[in-house]
């Protein structure tokens, strides 16, 4: 096998105790034509013993041996050292079903105007302290076509990362995973789909997409809740630049002080906060740095301004969607969900 159709990109930091199941699930695929491209990260525990072991058993696991040097260097080895037109991404700590290669690969060779495609996925955290990552889930399962995943993909980063298979050739084209002070994998979402790359998912859960204590995103400053938000004022503002027809102006739904620092980062990127949209009667009427705080029944018309919804708090979105649909906004036309 010279040429495979899909490469699988597997960066391994310390994961000795969960790699055999990763390992077994990718070797027991329905589809045959890939190779599994293990980048073991400098790992210190048994990761290389795993690897020996497995690529002894199935030629197509081709381990990689590297200083640790991080998640953003273990991906770009991989992928600079991938056969296949195809790329999946896979972690250590998670396993897919025995189709999801086969199917994924089907439905980029079948559908030429898809760049990238993902699926659902099964939440594997347990215990206290899991809820919200279990919520994330359940939104992002939501978020099948591209349409929604176009409109909601400023809310969240709309995949789980190990979950996705992509053309190769959209690295020469766009740029791969840069390193920075930001998700990897959200910033390369946004970037390609700025460059106009169509994303959709498979309605199927083919992947137990696990939440250890030692995951990156919840211990390393890169996930944060501050650099999701930095990253999306860059991409949101060019999206407002080409859609809201009142750009620069905007109207924020939210006038709380973690909503306003949030959206005052688009500032920064030319974007004119013009007021504020609020329930809370101690905050109507105020101003806040010359934006005057309305009561959200106050707003104006659809035809008359554009809306970012800017509150994270549960319940939230769902509940400023429903308003302002009700008084005639369109999704995507006359507002957009930001947190």
């Not at 930091?13 to 293990?38: K, M, R, V």
């Not at 959709?200 to 696990?210: A, C, H, Y």
């Not at 554009?306 to 649909?325: C, K, M, N, P, T």
């Amino acid at each position: 096998m010279l040429s495979p159709l899909i490469s699988v990109v597997l960066p391994i930091y310390n994961a000795a105790g969960t790699l055999p199941a990763a390992l077994s699930c990718l070797s027991a695929q329905d589809f045959h034509d890939f190779e599994i491209i293990a980048v073991d990260d400098g790992s210190t525990d048994k990761t290389q013993e795993v690897l020996s072991r497995f690529s002894r058993k199935d030629p197509r696991v081709k381990p990689v041996f590297q200083e640790h040097k991080g998640i953003v260097a273990a991906l770009e080895r991989g992928v600079a050292e991938a056969k296949g037109d195809l790329i999946a991404r896979m972690d250590a700590d998670d396993v897919c079903r025995v189709s999801r290669l086969g199917l994924q690969g089907a439905l980029l060779q079948n559908r030429p105007d898809l760049g990238l495609v993902s699926c659902r996925v099964e939440f594997g955290g347990r215990g206290k302290g899991r809820a919200g990552y279990a919520r994330y889930v359940d939104w992002t399962n939501g978020l099948v076509d591209f349409e929604q995943i176009s409109l909601h993909r400023f809310v969240e980063s709309p995949f789980a990362h190990p979950s996705v298979m992509f053309r190769k050739e959209l690295i020469g084209r766009y740029g791969g995973y840069r390193d920075g002070p930001f998700p990897e994998d959200y910033e390369l979402w946004l970037r390609w789909m700025e460059a106009g790359v169509r994303m959709e998912k498979l309605p199927q859960v083919l992947l137990t997409w696990n939440d250890p204590p030692g995951r990156l995103s919840r211990n390393d400053p890169r996930y944060d809740t501050s650099a999701f938000y930095g990253l999306k004022a860059k991409y949101l503002s060019l999206w407002l630049a080409r859609h809201n027809p009142h750009h620069p102006d905007v109207i924020v739904a939210g006038a709380g002080r973690t909503t306003r620092k949030r959206a005052e980062m688009l500032c920064d990127f030319g974007v004119n906060i013009t007021a504020y949209l609020d329930i809370d009667p101690r905050k109507i009427g105020h101003k806040i740095k010359g934006r005057p705080v309305l009561h959200r029944e106050h707003a104006p018309g659809p035809e008359a301004c554009f809306v970012l919804s800017y509150v994270a708090a549960h319940g939230a979105r769902e509940d400023i969607q429903g308003f302002l649909e009700a008084k005639g906004f369109q999704l995507g036309r006359h507002f957009i969900l930001a947190a």
